[in-house]
């Protein structure tokens, strides 16, 4: 028998998931490799989700819960957005979903059609790319200028060349870390309004901004989708725990889809993740070490001929132009590790037009990696 694959299946690797694979393969061999690969925080998951989780494993009460999510963790995530943003959010317009990836999938499938023109941000997480392309949509990247972020300008000058069904916008922003001014954010949803764009935002790098406080698209009205998840500031990224905050008019096709995609979430994390609003201290400490990190890769990564190409001003990465040293990426990630021992995203990944002369450093490890993988970096291009 011959087994043929879709068209739909025919999208572009993940790269920085590669790069892991490789790295996690030369420490099985014993090499000691430090990962800047991926964005997956060095911290635990806080002391009261860990201990939550035993509790209830303890109890062995572990199943289906309503597709939605359970109801408390519902209620927490709605307190959360009044307590940190001052927004009412009602727990009815909360979905709880198996990590963000799930979110958008619920959020493309309940509000395009097969065919549909979507714009995303060039360089930007690539997920986003292929889960459209997956689900027979078109990806429309609108490439950014000097600021590093989406404009309403831009945006207006894609849908002017064709119109667009909507828009996915992230801020902080993977891979870059650029942060979307308050006052931007609000003419770009303004101008959705406007043009009849539906908006996505992507809120999962909040609580790691550096340089402002943290403003969710709900700021400015109920009608964006917002996607939020536990993985990156809370540190739960194999939790695979998420949420979303959608208008009330698309609560239940998102139940709908939910109930035969994913049944729902996974009740122990959903029971762990509501003890996770209450460990800011715990959370902030670690945050602390991003912090510092991202003050030494200011000075450290320029010195090393890496150019840092877009402001990082939030998230835990770096995207350095590499052209100083390479005009393909892939190739120079392949040596940094075999090499240096250092891994780290190539730009194609981000950017499939011009990611050759670029590459992601992630700074979720800790302090101490961070600084042994600069020196690294520094002996071998000497």
């Not at 109890?59 to 209620?75: N, P």
């Not at 849908?159 to 996915?168: C, E, F, M, Q």
């Not at 998420?242 to 995609?261: A, D, F, H």
């Amino acid at each position: 028998m011959v087994i043929s694959t879709s068209r739909r299946s025919r999208i572009e690797p993940f790269h920085a998931m590669d790069v892991l694979a490789e790295a996690n393969r030369l420490r099985q061999q014993g090499v000691d490799v430090i990962s800047m690969a991926v964005g997956q925080p060095s911290g635990s998951a806080p002391a009261a989700v860990r201990e939550a989780a035993s509790a209830a494993l303890i109890r062995g009460q572990i199943g289906y819960t309503d597709a939605l999510g359970i109801a408390v963790l519902r209620r927490a995530i709605a307190a959360h957005y009044a307590e940190h943003y001052g927004v009412e959010v009602a727990p009815a317009r909360v979905v709880v979903t198996t990590g963000s990836s799930a979110a958008f999938n619920l959020a493309f499938l309940a509000m395009f059609d097969v065919g549909d023109r979507v714009a995303i941000t060039s360089p930007g997480y690539p997920a986003y790319r292929n889960i459209l392309a997956a689900l027979g949509l078109e990806a429309v990247e609108i490439e950014l200028g000097e600021e590093g972020y989406l404009t309403a300008e831009l945006l207006e000058q894609a849908h002017r060349a064709a119109p667009l069904a909507g828009v996915l916008f992230a801020s902080p922003a993977n891979p870059t870390g650029a942060v979307i001014p308050e006052a931007e954010l609000g003419r770009i949803l303004e101008r959705t309004r406007a043009l009849g764009i539906a908006a996505i935002s992507d809120e999962i790098y909040h609580r790691l901004a550096y340089a402002a406080p943290d403003v969710t698209a709900l700021v400015f009205g109920e009608d964006a989708v917002v996607i939020n998840s536990f993985s990156k500031y809370y540190c739960m990224t194999g939790w695979r725990i998420g949420w979303m905050v959608v208008p009330e008019e698309l609560v239940r096709p998102i139940e709908r889809l939910q109930q035969s995609l994913y049944i729902s979430a996974p009740e122990l994390s959903q029971v762990a993740a509501c003890e996770a609003f209450g460990a800011t201290a715990e959370l902030e400490a670690i945050k602390d070490s991003y912090r510092q990190s991202r003050v030494m890769l200011l000075r450290r990564l320029p010195e090393l001929g890496f150019r840092i190409a877009a402001p990082m001003d939030g998230a835990f990465y770096a995207y350095c132009d590499v052209s100083a040293h390479t005009n393909d990426s892939m190739e120079f990630a392949r040596r940094m590790i075999a090499e240096a021992h250092v891994a780290a995203t190539p730009g194609h990944d981000f950017d499939v037009a011009n990611g050759n002369r670029f590459m992601r450093f992630s700074y979720a490890g800790s302090v101490r990696e961070i600084e042994t993988a600069m020196q690294r970096l520094a002996d071998w291009l000497r």
